[in-house]
């Protein structure tokens, strides 16, 4: 028993250490941007204008990189397993996606109700944005695209469906979803999302079933049981 308590406790500290890390190098990485776009407005020379874009480029790579991780990081020490509303965590995720919405003119429709699960917030938030930006961007070239995100209580668990009508996956590509570093996006991407999402699902207790057509959209069924159990007790056979 008290191994595994050890055990939960250093998740959580690794938990905050982490979201601090975030903030710490964010915020520097932020105001070298910003310089480095004064510096842009000089006038230089093309091999200098040259160095100067990979250099941003560089940085936003940084950025994305920490945000597929860390888009809630709290600075703050705060207990991360809590009693979450996951409408309430839903709308939150939806308010920091509904520009990227915007620009890809993606419509968003939710059908969420009041339900109750104790899991660590910071994870759960991350993986419902992980999921969420995904979805809008496999919907940049198509008209009129849509985002619907469910909630549906059962007995044990919460079930969350994340619809869209993107760009959709064949079976190779289902298939290769959650691979460190796979990504269809190019320089855009950086394929540590998914990654992210299925080990936090699984550190959850939870599962997620993907469905999905190529050129007609992709379902993801992600399931939750209401209450959190850490893996800590697999762990404890091990030893
Ligand atoms: P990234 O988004 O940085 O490319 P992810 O790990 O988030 O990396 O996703 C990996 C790949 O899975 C994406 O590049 C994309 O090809 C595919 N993918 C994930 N979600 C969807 C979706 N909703 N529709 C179509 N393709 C998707
Ligand atoms: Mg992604």
Redesign the pocket.
Known sequence: VQHKIMQSQKMETVSQLAASISHEVRNPLTSVKGFMQLLQETSLTNNQKNYLEISISELDRAV?VIE?YLTFANPKPCSAVKELDVQEEINQVVKVLRPLANKNSVRLELSISSIHIIANQQYFNQCLI??C???I??MEEHAHGVLAIKTEKAKNDIIIR?I?T????SKE?IA???EPY????GK????????FVFNCIKEMGGTIQVE?KKGH??T?IMRLPLKYHTNSKETDHAH
């Open positions: 994305k597929d992980n999921i930006k995904n979805a961007e496999a994340f869209d993107g760009i959709g996956m590509e290769r979803l959650g796979y990504s269809t996006k855009n991407g950086t394929g540590l999302g998914m990654m999905s959209g992709t993801f």
